[in-house]
């Protein structure tokens, strides 16, 4: 009944900007923290952002903060990950995620606190 499904991504050079959308579904989505998640070839996963219940919180990883920003529209059903000042190593399939249980007020990136993944969207930063 979950389902979240990711879009945007693309190819940008150094410095450029992407807006990637997660749109939600069978949930209702202010109620829950939203983590984004990215994995390059050959490397671990890891955790970029993620958005708390009711937008009590944000977090960032280091190598990110400063240049992306979490945001989300209930209405739409949608969360959104705005990339700017794009760099090659930002080269990632990026997935959206959601977890099991609401009111989860200071969320973090570990991904085993996440049960439903998106199919991912490919982000190449690349001249």
């Known amino acids: 009944q979950v389902q979240l499904v990711e879009s945007g991504g693309g190819l940008v050079q150094p410095g450029g900007s992407l807006r990637l959308s997660c749109a939600a579904s069978?949930?209702?989505?202010?109620?829950?923290?939203i983590g984004w998640f990215r994995q390059a070839p050959g490397k671990e996963p890891e955790g970029v952002s993620c958005i708390s219940s009711n937008d009590a919180s944000t977090y960032y990883a280091d190598s990110v903060k400063g240049r992306f920003t979490i945001s989300r529209d209930n209405a739409k059903k949608t969360v959104y990950l705005q990339m700017n000042s794009l760099k090659p190593e930002d080269t990632a399939v990026y997935y959206c995620?959601?977890?099991?249980?609401?009111?989860?007020?200071?969320?973090?990136?570990?991904?085993?606190?996440?049960?439903?993944w998106g199919q991912g969207t490919q982000v190449t930063v690349s001249s």
């Open positions: 995620a959601t977890v099991k249980r609401s009111s989860w007020y200071n969320c973090n990136l570990d991904g085993h606190e996440y049960k439903y």
């Open positions: 069978g949930f209702t989505l202010g109620s829950y923290a």
